[in-house]
């Protein structure tokens, strides 16, 4: 039977596996996987996890690294009928285990018995496990599980400005329906290959795999995403890259290398997906002025799963550039409806600022377990021609023109974007407030030359012989590196004002690293 608008996307490659199987799927450094191969490793992996009691709305730790196993182990835990739980495995042992208390997690994939040991030894936990290093059975295994489109399809964890990471709780029926929307406005065809780049534990990864295998694409797993892109683009012309999907900071610095030194890119690159943070309108006229690759950038949260917006402009909008100014964050997609909303949830004038909300089927089902920050930012939608529906409170003002695209004007709140991560700094400011000689703290993030960083300043207990150094040593073994300050300032005490309110004005300027 072919897939309906509504079908689960395991089951949309199941069936792609189904009437494309020797194509293929998967290509990395490890080797390929044709559509069949693929299906088969996941279904034995999905036998092992419903073996060990795996099943509907349970949370399986996806424990592998980017390549064959990350795309077996994600299938095959979607086969199981289960949840993947995206993480970072570089994260602080402690944060993993923070982690997967707060998602319920008891299940795990690993490519084999030593990385499941080592998985257990750093969460201090029994994981029931299964091994994606499992070979194919020769005949067809167990079919995958029957899936809801309701029921969960992953949990990722943002910041949090409780001090607490937000799991956030996509479903089957949201992802569906945005792999759908994207793999239409990427035109992915089965003749695409498509650039695996962004981390696992980022949802981009999902955006780059997804609507790739639901088309019949080819996922390429480059196995280091940290080189530069004038030594990316070598791997693209090998592997005949059509499509890439990079983090704006590192397309900025693509189309900077490009315009101090011209020249051509691999001629299968056919278009260029940008997102995860804000760009520059100068950047998108030198790179249209030469010639290269359309380019499509886009907006989007966790809980409006992946991405909501996009914005590609045309030669006229190109030429309207006045200035170098942040590139739009655009229309929103199928489906996606963005409402531009005053403080008492009424809609804004046209060129009248107000923040962000987001609603339709683009919505995650909230944060799981945790039902009261649902309910605080995932509130009831006054616009819906369906009563119930939600809408999703982003936090980012915005203002838009008459008949044009939405622009972003900054945040309502103390969010901030770190080297693409979102930042809670109520988050930043728990951390370095839970050392026990620290007695007050402010984060704030500051401008420098490779983009925003986040810097903390703290006031200690008398006698204290906390170092700046130290304290940073004691939060990197704690939290990822992005929630880490790159400068910490010690004082004696805050400057507050007489009413007892932080004076900003009278922090010290910290000192450029």
């Given at each position: 039977?072919?897939?309906?608008?509504?079908?689960?996307?395991?089951?949309?490659?199941?069936?792609?596996?189904?009437?494309?199987?020797?194509?293929?799927?998967?290509?990395?450094?490890?080797?390929?996987?044709?559509?069949?191969?693929?299906?088969?490793?996941a279904?034995?992996?999905?036998?092992?996890?419903?073996a060990?009691?795996?099943?509907?709305?349970?949370?399986?730790?996806?424990?592998?690294?980017?390549?064959l196993?990350?795309?077996?182990?994600?299938?095959g835990?979607?086969?199981?009928?289960?949840?993947?739980?995206?993480?970072?495995?570089?994260?602080p042992?402690?944060?993993?285990?923070t982690?997967?208390?707060?998602?319920?997690?008891?299940?795990a994939?690993?490519?084999?018995?030593?990385?499941?040991?080592?998985?257990?030894?750093?969460t201090?936990r029994?994981?029931?496990?299964?091994?994606?290093?499992?070979?194919?059975?020769?005949?067809?295994?167990?079919p995958?599980?029957?899936?809801?489109p309701g029921?969960?399809?992953?949990?990722?964890?943002?910041?949090?400005s409780?001090?607490?990471?937000?799991?956030?709780?996509?479903?089957?029926a949201?992802?569906?329906?945005?792999?759908?929307?994207?793999?239409?406005?990427?035109?992915?065809?089965?003749?695409?290959?498509?650039?695996?780049?962004?981390?696992?534990a980022?949802?981009?990864?999902?955006?780059e795999?997804?609507p790739?295998?639901?088309?019949?694409g080819?996922?390429?797993?480059?196995t280091?995403?940290?080189?530069?892109?004038?030594?990316?683009?070598p791997?693209?012309?090998?592997?005949?890259?059509?499509?890439?999907?990079?983090?704006?900071?590192?397309?900025?610095?693509?189309?900077?290398?490009?315009?101090?030194?011209?020249?051509?890119?691999?001629?299968?690159l056919?278009?260029?997906?940008?997102?995860?943070?804000?760009?520059?309108?100068?950047?998108?006229?030198?790179?249209?002025?030469?010639?290269?690759?359309p380019?499509?950038?886009?907006?989007?949260?966790t809980?409006?799963?992946?991405?909501?917006?996009?914005?590609?402009?045309?030669?006229?909008?190109?030429?309207?550039?006045?200035?170098?100014?942040?590139?739009?964050?655009?229309?929103?997609?199928?489906?996606?409806?963005?409402?531009?909303?005053?403080?008492?949830?009424?809609?804004?004038?046209?060129?009248t600022?107000?923040?962000?909300?987001?609603?339709?089927s683009?919505?995650?089902?909230?944060?799981?377990?945790?039902?009261a920050?649902?309910?605080?930012?995932?509130v009831?939608?006054p616009?819906?021609?369906?009563?119930?529906?939600?809408?999703?409170?982003?936090?980012?003002?915005?203002?838009?023109?008459?008949g044009?695209?939405?622009?972003?004007?900054?945040?309502?709140d103390?969010?901030?974007?770190?080297?693409?991560?979102?930042?809670?700094?109520?988050?930043?400011?728990?951390?370095?407030?839970?050392?026990p000689?620290v007695?007050?703290?402010?984060?704030?993030?500051?401008?420098?030359?490779g983009?925003?960083?986040?810097?903390?300043?703290?006031?200690?207990?008398?006698?204290?012989?906390?170092?700046?150094?130290?304290?940073?040593?004691h939060l990197l073994?704690?939290?990822?590196?992005?929630?880490?300050?790159?400068?910490?300032?010690?004082?004696?005490?805050?400057?507050?004002?007489?009413?007892?309110?932080?004076?900003?004005?009278?922090?010290?300027?910290?000192?450029?690293?």
């Open positions: 039977m072919s897939p309906t608008e509504t079908t689960p996307v395991p089951l949309r490659i199941a069936h792609r596996a189904g009437i494309t199987p020797e194509a293929t799927a998967v290509r990395a450094a490890e080797g390929e996987l044709t559509y069949r191969q693929f299906d088969r490793r279904r034995a992996v999905a036998e092992e996890l419903r060990a009691g795996a099943g509907p709305e349970d949370t399986v730790l996806l424990g592998v690294r980017r390549g196993h990350w795309a077996v182990g994600l299938l835990i979607w086969y199981a009928g289960a949840a993947a739980l995206l993480v970072d495995l570089d994260a042992d402690e944060r993993l285990r982690l997967l208390d707060a998602a319920g997690t008891r299940h994939v690993a490519p084999d018995t030593y990385a499941a040991a080592m998985l257990q030894r750093r201090g029994e994981l029931f496990w299964a091994a994606t290093s499992t070979a194919a059975p020769t005949a067809a295994a167990e995958p599980a029957g899936i809801d029921s969960l399809a992953y949990v990722l964890f943002t910041s949090g409780t001090g607490l990471p937000k799991p956030v709780a996509v479903g089957h949201g992802l569906a329906a945005q792999v759908r929307t994207l793999a239409e406005r990427y035109g992915l065809t089965a003749g695409d290959a498509v650039l695996q780049f962004a981390a696992p980022f949802d981009v990864s999902l955006e795999a997804l790739t295998w639901c088309t019949g080819t996922a390429v797993f480059v280091d995403n940290v080189l530069s892109p004038a030594e990316l683009e791997f693209l012309a090998e592997q005949r890259i059509s499509v890439v999907n990079l983090p704006t900071p590192y397309w900025t610095q693509w189309a900077k290398d490009l315009e101090r030194a011209p020249r051509a890119l691999p001629g299968a056919r278009r260029v997906v940008i997102g995860s943070d804000a760009g520059r309108t100068a950047d998108l006229v030198h790179w249209a002025a030469a010639g290269l690759p380019v499509v950038s886009c907006y989007g949260l809980e409006s799963t992946i991405t909501a917006t996009s914005y590609e402009p045309g030669a006229a909008e190109l030429a309207g550039f006045a200035g170098d100014e942040l590139i739009p964050l655009g229309e929103p997609l199928a489906g996606v409806r963005a409402y531009v909303l005053d403080e008492e949830l009424r809609e804004a004038p046209p060129g600022p107000g923040e962000l909300y987001l609603a339709g683009c919505l995650a089902r909230g944060y799981h377990g945790r039902p920050l649902t309910s605080e930012r995932f009831a939608d616009f819906a021609e369906v009563p119930g529906e939600r809408m999703y409170r982003t936090g980012d003002r915005v203002t838009r023109a008459p044009g695209p939405l622009v972003f004007l900054g945040r309502a103390d969010q901030v974007k770190i080297r693409g991560h979102r930042v809670e700094l109520k988050e930043v400011e728990a951390s370095v407030a839970a050392h000689d007695v007050d703290v402010v984060a704030r993030a500051v401008a420098a030359a983009g925003p960083q986040l810097a903390a300043w703290a006031a200690l207990t008398p006698g204290s012989a906390l170092t700046p150094d130290a304290l940073r040593r073994a704690k939290m990822p590196g992005y929630l880490v300050p790159a400068t910490v300032i010690l004082m004696e005490r805050l400057p507050r004002t007489p009413g007892g309110k932080l004076d900003p004005r009278a922090l010290p300027a910290p000192a450029p690293r």
